[in-house]
DNA sequence: TTGACATATTCTACAATGTAGTACTATTAT
DNA sequence: ATAATAGTACTACATTGTAGAATATGTCAA
């Protein structure tokens, strides 16, 4: 295995990440908001998700384009995300870091 | 169940929380820095270690003292890190959010 | 048609975290 | 003595996290 420079991912930008993935085509910046107040315990600001995203997108861990918006439902234009497989090693790194570390770990002690 | 107000943990705090309650008695700086370092795949400076740890007992994630070494092994002093209960809610927290938000996703894809 | 509302993005600014490196002290080995 | 080792503290700067305001466009109702 050639190992690599090891571009770590903060723990908002984990998340960010999921979401895009997890939205595939939906993946816009509400959205991704939304994805994570949703499913987690945070509260995010849309600033918060924007600057992320394009953080994430100078490192070529996502890249993006405007889409057109589908007549169908609407029509704004948004900027779409998509997850790049460089995203995808920086998310599966971070959860092998965490993984490694909890191993046989008892965490909740006393928490009902 | 009452809510509290959400306090985060950088990925690097997680990583250093988690090594505190793996080392029990042995949690010192040093030791930290060599459990993470052993068991990821990251390069940790010393003063990563110190000053996250310094943060973190602000925080009241974890206490310290000044351990008079053990004549049995060697007589430097050190000091001693234990993790509190809001440091152990702190990690699940977060894990609880990366987990939620990982939840029946593909990751790896590709990847043999 | 306008104006209220909702959806969406961008930008600015600052706070919190991550990280390297150096300085310092004590102990152990040569 | 002096070097090496183990340990901590401190300083400074880079990267990430986060809020909030500004801007734009589309929809709907009056």
Redesign the pocket.
Known sequence: MVSMS???????????LLAVMRLGDAA???????EIERRTD??????????????LEH?RFVR?S??Q?T?A????????YEILPAGRDAVNAAQSDIRAMSRGLILHKGVR
């Open positions: 090891r571009a770590n991912l903060g723990d908002f930008e984990h998340l960010v816009y910046g509400l959205a991704v908001r939304g945070r509260t995010v600001s849309t600033g918060a998700v924007y600057s992320t995203l394009d953080r490192k993006s405007i889409e918006g007549v439902r609407d029509n704004r234009l948004r900027r779409r």
